[in-house]
């Protein structure tokens, strides 16, 4: 009632309050109004026209603009699903890394360098070669050609990891170092590396939330809160994934 005599004070002709879902933001008189299930934007009052009538001299209707609706109304659904699918990749990454036991994930990292001609060229060790845990304290690596096997050998003995392959037939056995301090560390730091990637693919997803903001062409208030709750988003997920690898490093270096 109140906002009605606000109305009439004003002199906008014959109008109603509504509360309604949120359905289309229109240009009015060069005035953002709103159907809204909230009363204020942008500290605007929110009416809208009974049915049939008209505004503008001569009755002319006014001039329309469709505009994205609101901040709610973005997909938020699929940028969260995004960074969680990152964050269990990576905790199913670090989680394969144990002290003092034999996992394939350890070999994982290697790239191998391999001469052809005149010319040499890097490949990673997984597209060369499927790797297995032979039991709890041996890797075995089993080239895909076999005449990579020599570069490939070259390669773990050259990884820091402190490897001393050696061949059984067209098998590669990898012995795994026993924990040493040294050891411990390499794990951590193949830990640190898979963060740092889960991190890059988070700030992808919230980079691609933001164009579909900038695409929206919300009102300026509303695109900043749309801002806003995409950078909270990265930022949960990306606290997520410092906790899982100050946790994964605790538990190596113990």
Known sequence: EMLCRLASRFRVPR????????????????????????????????????????????GKSAPVEDRAEDVEDLDWATAEDRMKEIIQRFTNEIATLRVGRADPSLLEPISVSMKSGNKRSIASLTSLAQIHTKDGSTLSVSPFDPNTTKDIVQALRDSNLELNPTLNGPIILVPVPSPTKEFKEKLV??????????????????????????????????????????????DKYIQNIDKALKDKQQQLRK
């Open 15 to 58: 109008v109603q309050v509504t509360r309604v879902p949120v359905t289309q933001t229109v240009v009015l008189r060069n005035q953002y109004w709103c159907r809204s299930s909230t009363l204020v934007l942008n500290g605007d009052l929110l009416l809208t026209r009974k049915k049939g009538d008209k505004g503008g001299k001569g």
């Open 189 to 234: 730091g193949i830990a640190t590396k898979h963060a740092e990637e889960a991190r890059v693919a988070v700030r992808a997803a919230r980079q691609k939330q933001m164009t579909q903001i900038k695409s929206a062409k919300l009102p300026k208030d509303e695109d900043k809160r749309a801002q806003d709750k995409a950078q909270q988003l990265h």
